[in-house]
């Protein structure tokens, strides 16, 4: 057993416990419950034996005192005292006052059970009178009527001519008469009384009552039969009255004890008795106050305990039974609860490898790893926080400068930059400290850093939604959105509150500065262009000395030179390197817009515009774009064929076409590259289902990518959500294993990586619309 024991783990074991002591709880009340309705039942039982023994004793000596009231009545009964008292008639038997008497005597016996049997012994005459007749010579009535052990004579004088007030005799069988001169021996005590009642001496007349035991017995035969005990009624001197379903030698016994007690102790009369007996018995005992005798009963342990045992053995039924149950439980819950703490810490062992062969207790060893973990991903976390500024600048750099191609890419850098982009409508611009040629000492370096920290507080508190970053040390870029319904109006009023904020910046903290902006921008991926041009109209600020705000608009006017800055180009080939032919044509477009339409350029700066643009196509055969020798060669075939002597519309077109030819080929090579991506995914699921801790970060952490490109890449391949997914792999080799073994539920959610069963039944019931159990019994059905 211990053995057994010691094989289960130290927090199932704890469980275990745990739920036993809550177990035994209630066992312990059950058993004092238990204990008291054992002495319930037994008490109740001795109170009932006595109220059935008391009850016999009150009818007893009710009906004796009816006895002695009957000899009461019949001293006063004028046919008997002349019978006594007067002279003898000349009728020597005096028949008539005899048979009268005799007549009288008959009504008397109906009215007792215990005057069924009585005799009057008239001196006078020498006669005895029954309720029957009239026996004219006592030897009669004796030979019908014969006391056991006691002679004619013996009985002549001791009961006829001695003197008796309210005298019994104990119990002797009686010859009694039946049927006839059939005679029976028949137990009864013998109340005797003289008449008249204050005769000492010489009596006139005796009085017999025969009270058959039978009789007296059956007011205690409920006792005898309910519980298979005795009873036994002794007078005050210890002898026998009657006794019932005791032996003749056990009752002598038991009342000489009895008598031998009573002796020893004064006891009060009418007190009930209940002491254990030495056979087994409970003996109980009423003393009478009317006449002293002695009411006892034994009545067996066992007989009294027989509610007490019915109630002990629905008691053990329903005790065992609870425990039987209860331990079940307990181990069902034990298990239940142990098992994620022992999964929990079997992950955590793994991982730590410092003290592998640590023992202690389990609850503290996860609190304090818990702990550690929770006290680490605070500290990534405030390192993460940390890092956001410098993610947030980099976001906002490349956004200026272009290096953003793609809606995919800008939303998920943004989303890692914690910066919200609420419209894609926006203006650029850059701000320069004025008064600082040569910012190359400490002391500069450290005065530009303050001013360019009051300029930004400035312009955030002026618009919280403004992108912000340092350009250099002289100068600080921004991004600022502006409302979608009206362009203009915004940019107007942008530009307003823009000088607004010189004013005031130079008011507040006397620092003087100078505002290039760029045209305004419809589209995110277009910000590096306004930037570009605020940079253009900042620098052209600076050559003309100017302090305030200048717009791109105003500088091209100036300017003759065609509009081709590196950063588009570089933009436009990045563009068409990532395969966007839409943002390709709107750069080419816009390139069109501004040399063709907005300027007024020469034909000779036509012509070289158009020279940098098929450069910039040329470009294409550098090995970092990789493109295919055979495409390679048709592309720059069609790129030199293009002549300057064509039209604008010619020019634009075969341009259009040449961009979208190309962004074709690179998309169809990217979206090779990316079902080759989600081909890995999915070859990489289908290999670790079975482990619990496949998420999309353990994914994303095996391609080397971000979990918000892998999860929309997979989504847009597959038209399928990647977690939805990895759930239909595992779901899909769970029905195969219903289907083809016998293993438990348990067993197969472990194996395609559910952490419990219950999420695995809620997992399948959400794929198949039906429960595991119920899959696997439609396949026996189906089979």
Aim: charge should be negative; glycine fraction near 6%.
């Amino acid at each position: 057993m211990q053995l057994l024991w010691s094989k289960f783990s130290p927090v199932f074991r704890r469980f275990l416990i745990s739920y036993l002591v809550i177990l035994m709880i209630p066992q312990i009340a059950g058993y004092a419950s238990y204990r008291a309705s054992i002495e319930a039942a037994r008490s109740s039982s001795i109170e009932n034996s006595l109220k059935s023994l008391s009850l016999g004793k009150e009818i007893i000596e009710r009906n004796l005192l009816q006895v002695e009231a009957f000899t009461r009545q019949l001293a006063v009964n004028p046919d008997l005292q002349n019978l006594i008292a007067g002279p003898k008639p000349h009728d020597l038997y005096n028949v008539y006052g005899m048979n009268r008497m005799q007549r009288s005597l008959s009504m008397y016996s109906s009215t007792n059970d215990y005057l069924s049997h009585f005799f009057i012994h008239i001196p006078n005459y020498n006669a005895i009178i029954t309720p029957r007749t009239v026996y004219y010579r006592p030897e009669h009535y004796y030979a019908a009527n014969q006391l056991d052990g006691m002679s004619f004579e013996q009985w002549h004088d001791q009961i006829l001519k001695q003197p008796h007030f309210n005298e019994i005799i104990p119990l002797r069988n009686y010859k009694r008469e039946i049927l006839g001169t059939v005679l029976a021996d028949v137990p009864a005590i013998t109340f005797l009384q003289s008449l008249p009642l204050n005769s000492f001496n010489k009596p006139q007349a005796t009085i017999g009552v025969m009270i058959d035991q039978d009789q007296m017995a059956s007011l205690t035969q409920n006792i005898v039969d309910q519980y298979g005990g005795w009873t036994l009624v002794t007078d005050a001197e210890g002898q026998i009255i009657f006794s019932l379903g005791i032996e003749q030698a056990e009752a002598e016994q038991m009342a000489q004890s009895h008598r031998r007690e009573g002796n020893a102790a004064e006891t009060e009369l009418n007190v009930q008795n209940v002491q254990p007996g030495s056979d087994g018995r409970l003996l109980i005992s009423i003393q009478s106050s009317q006449n002293g005798w002695n009411y006892m009963a034994g009545i067996p342990e066992k007989a009294l305990m027989t509610k007490a045992d019915q109630i002990k053995q629905v008691t053990l039924a329903f005790t065992l039974a609870t425990i039987a149950l209860g331990l079940l439980f307990g181990l069902v819950l034990a298990y239940r609860n142990s098992a994620p703490v022992y999964r929990l810490l079997a992950s955590f062992r793994e991982q730590i490898t410092d003290s592998p062969d640590r023992r202690g207790n389990e609850y503290d060893f996860l609190a304090s790893h818990i702990n550690n973990l929770i006290a680490n991903n605070d500290s990534l976390k405030n390192a993460m926080n940390e890092q956001i500024p410098l993610l947030r600048d980099g976001f906002i750099k490349r956004l200026l400068i272009g290096e953003v191609y793609t809606s995919l890419e800008l939303e998920v850098i943004s989303s890692q930059a914690h910066i919200s982009l609420h419209s894609s409508k926006g203006l650029a611009g850059l701000v320069k400290v004025n008064g600082y040629a040569n910012p190359d000492s400490e002391e500069t370096i450290h005065e530009l850093g303050v001013a360019r920290l009051l300029i930004k507080q400035v312009l955030t508190e002026w618009n919280a939604q403004l992108l912000i970053t340092d350009w250099g040390t002289d100068q600080i870029a921004f991004a600022c959105p502006l409302d979608e319904n009206s362009l203009n109006e915004a940019i107007g009023r942008c530009e307003k509150e823009l000088n607004t904020l010189m004013e005031v910046i130079y008011r507040e903290h006397r620092i003087s500065t100078t505002i290039g902006t760029g045209a305004a921008y419809e589209v995110w991926n277009d910000a590096g262009r306004s930037f570009d041009e605020a940079k253009q109209a900042l620098d052209y600020a600076i050559h003309m000395g100017t302090d305030h705000l200048v717009r791109f608009e105003d500088t091209m006017k100036e300017n003759e030179m065609f509009y081709y800055p590196i950063e588009s180009e570089q933009r436009l080939l990045n563009t068409i390197k990532v395969g966007e032919p839409e943002e390709a044509i709107r750069i080419l477009e816009q390139l069109f817009l501004r040399n063709l339409e907005e300027r007024e350029l020469s034909y000779e700066m036509t012509q070289q515009f158009i020279m940098e643009l098929k450069g910039t196509f040329l470009k294409l055969d550098e090995p970092k774009f990789k493109l295919d020798a055979s495409l390679l060669e048709e592309y720059k075939t069609r790129v030199t064929s293009i002549q300057m002597t064509e039209t604008i519309t010619s020019l634009r077109a075969k341009f259009k076409r040449l961009t979208e030819d190309i962004c074709g080929d690179f998309q169809r090579r990217r979206a090779g590259a990316h079902a080759d991506t989600v081909s890995e995914m999915i070859c990489f699921i289908q290999q670790h289902y079975g482990d619990a801790n496949l998420t999309i970060y353990r994914i994303a952490e095996h391609m080397s990518k971000s979990e918000k490109f892998i999860s929309q890449l997979f989504k847009e391949h597959t038209g399928e959500n990647l977690s939805d997914y990895v759930e239909r792999v595992r779901i899909d080799a769970a029905s195969n294993l219903l289907h083809s073994t016998g293993q438990t539920i348990d067993e197969i959610a472990e194996a395609t990586g559910y952490n419990s069963a219950h999420s695995f039944r809620r997992a399948f019931k959400r794929v198949r619309g039906i429960s595991p159990s119920v899959f696997r019994k439609m396949d026996v059905h189906s089979g």
